[in-house]
């Protein structure tokens, strides 16, 4: 799914919290895997972002006059200061086309949770505890038990993130969502959008600043495609004859309720580091852009991953039906790694009991290297960086 990145610019001078003080700027170049061509993604039909990125520069930066801001263009969340002992992040993100899924499949429960963890594990990146959410769902027709269901599992999705959600919106709009403006449109479509908000304080602030070579990078399992990659994921099965309802060997199941599988919720395994007194030098919430998101953090490092969980057997069948190289694949999902977590080696093996304990699926996957800007991803035999402000992943 494509996806504008949080924008901020230059912090005020006298920001409280000295980790300020070590954020590069400009920070690295970032932009989403959208943006990235000619590719399959583009096929797809999701195209480059640049124009909207400008605009957003050039009439949202000056809305930040006045305001202490602790991150940087790039950053997973937005983070404000409000005193020396307090700030609030913020961040905002949908479920993309995962919906069109959700609709063909008449199955609603769970695309809340895709909503909730998109929003709250970037707000985890930054070194926040989600506090709260808020969600606005636009419908073409309004339809009460297909509503419920999307609530129902948004409410679910929040108790296990450990968050309140207060209010949010919802819209009609029929001429907009699912319809050209023309035509009746799709009654069963809807977008579902969230806003997050945590807290934490200035001084521990974490944006990779305090990675350093040898570190452990753990790798988090992800519960499938969760919530990107979904139009090329969409169009690729499609286009090899695959339907929602069909009977998929290699999945052990229907096709669709693979792809609905909820994007994994990884707040109490990073909340249980922290309860521990385990320092996390770097977090990386694994979205578009794959592994790539590590070079986000801000650190003059490289990461070399040397090991992988298997990843979920639907992006074996996305390769397949689409043809899809695997540096592409590598770049637009997440291919078995939702989260990323960067420990001093001396904390790993502690690390691994706490997410385990925690009820996820955690292993050692690399070492922090001294390549600057560089993933290197030994069991796929590439290497990925960002260049001129685009992800790209090529043969090691």
Same mark, same amino acid.
């Given at each position: 799914?494509?996806?504008?990145?949080?924008?901020?610019?230059?912090?005020?001078?006298?920001?409280?919290?000295?980790?300020?003080?070590?954020?590069?700027?400009?920070? =690295?170049?970032?932009?989403?895997?959208?943006?990235?061509?000619?590719?399959?993604?583009?096929?797809?039909?999701?195209?480059?972002?640049?124009?909207?990125? $400008?605009?957003?520069?050039?009439?949202? @930066?000056?809305?930040?006059?006045?305001?202490?801001?602790?991150?940087?263009?790039?950053?997973?969340?937005?983070?404000?200061?409000?005193?020396?002992?307090?700030?609030? $992040?913020?961040?905002?993100?949908?479920?993309?086309? =995962?919906?069109?899924? $959700?609709?063909?499949?008449?199955? +609603?429960?769970?695309?809340?949770?895709?909503?909730?963890?998109?929003?709250?594990?970037?707000?985890?990146?930054?070194?926040?505890?989600?506090? %709260?959410? #808020?969600?606005?769902?636009?419908?073409?027709?309004?339809?009460?038990?297909?509503?419920?269901?999307?609530?129902?599992?948004?409410?679910?999705?929040?108790?296990?993130?450990?968050?309140?959600?207060?209010?949010?919106?919802?819209?009609?709009?029929?001429?907009?969502?699912?319809?050209?403006?023309?035509? &009746?449109?799709?009654?069963?479509?809807?977008?579902?959008?969230?806003?997050?908000?945590?807290?934490?304080?200035?001084?521990?602030?974490?944006?990779?600043?305090?990675?350093?070579?040898?570190?452990?990078?753990?790798?988090?399992?992800?519960?499938?495609?969760?919530?990107? /990659?979904?139009?090329?994921?969409?169009?690729?099965?499609?286009?090899?004859? +695959?339907?929602?309802?069909? =009977?998929?060997?290699?999945?052990?199941?229907?096709?669709?309720?693979?792809?609905?599988?909820?994007?994994?919720?990884?707040?109490?395994?990073?909340?249980?580091?922290?309860?521990?007194?385990?320092?996390?030098?770097?977090?990386?919430?694994?979205?578009?852009? /794959?592994?790539?998101?590590?070079?986000?953090?801000?650190?003059?490092?490289?990461?070399?991953?040397?090991?992988?969980?298997?990843?979920? &057997?639907?992006?074996?069948?996305?390769?397949?039906?689409?043809?899809? !190289?695997?540096?592409?694949? +590598?770049?637009?999902?997440?291919?078995?790694?939702?989260?990323?977590?960067?420990?001093?080696?001396?904390?790993?093996? !502690?690390?691994?009991?706490?997410?385990?304990? %925690? /009820?996820?699926? %955690?292993?050692?996957? @690399?070492? #922090?290297?001294?390549?600057?800007?560089?993933?290197?991803?030994?069991?796929? /035999?590439?290497?990925?960086?960002?260049?001129?402000?685009?992800?790209?992943?090529?043969?090691?």
């Amino acid at each position: 799914m494509s996806r504008l990145p949080c924008l901020l610019r230059r912090p005020p001078a006298g920001v409280a919290g000295p980790q300020t003080t070590r954020i590069r700027w400009p920070p =690295k170049p970032w932009v989403s895997v959208a943006a990235v061509g000619p590719s399959r993604y583009e096929d797809a039909g999701v195209g480059g972002q640049r124009g909207a990125l $400008a605009a957003v520069t050039r009439h949202l @930066g000056p809305t930040l006059d006045g305001v202490k801001m602790l991150t940087g263009f790039g950053d997973y969340a937005s983070v404000l200061a409000l005193s020396d002992e307090l700030a609030v $992040a913020i961040s905002t993100d949908g479920v993309g086309t =995962k919906t069109i899924v $959700a609709g063909a499949m008449n199955r +609603y429960d769970t695309i809340g949770f895709d909503c909730v963890a998109m929003n709250v594990n970037d707000v985890l990146c930054v070194g926040a505890r989600p506090l %709260a959410m #808020v969600d606005y769902l636009g419908v073409h027709t309004l339809d009460a038990g297909r509503a419920g269901a999307i609530l129902e599992g948004l409410g679910a999705a929040a108790r296990e993130a450990g968050v309140a959600v207060p209010g949010g919106e919802l819209a009609q709009l029929p001429e907009i969502i699912g319809s050209d403006g023309g035509s &009746p449109g799709d009654p069963g479509a809807f977008d579902l959008v969230g806003t997050c908000i945590g807290t934490l304080r200035p001084d521990d602030l974490t944006l990779g600043a305090g990675v350093r070579p040898g570190d452990a990078i753990v790798g988090i399992a992800s519960s499938g495609i969760h919530s990107n /990659g979904l139009t090329l994921a969409r169009k690729s099965l499609a286009g090899a004859g +695959y339907g929602y309802g069909d =009977k998929v060997p290699l999945l052990g199941g229907l096709l669709g309720e693979a792809l609905l599988e909820p994007t994994a919720i990884y707040v109490r395994a990073i909340t249980a580091l922290w309860d521990a007194g385990i320092e996390t030098r770097g977090l990386a919430h694994i979205t578009s852009d /794959g592994l790539c998101n590590l070079c986000r953090l801000h650190a003059e490092v490289g990461y070399i991953i040397e090991r992988l969980p298997p990843a979920p &057997p639907i992006f074996e069948l996305i390769r397949a039906a689409g043809g899809i !190289d695997v540096t592409e694949m +590598y770049r637009v999902f997440n291919m078995g790694v939702g989260f990323v977590v960067i420990v001093d080696r001396a904390h790993l093996t !502690d690390a691994l009991v706490c997410m385990t304990a %925690a /009820g996820h699926v %955690a292993m050692d996957i @690399g070492t #922090v290297g001294d390549e600057d800007g560089v993933v290197r991803i030994e069991p796929a /035999g590439i290497a990925g960086r960002f260049e001129g402000g685009e992800s790209r992943f090529e043969t090691a």
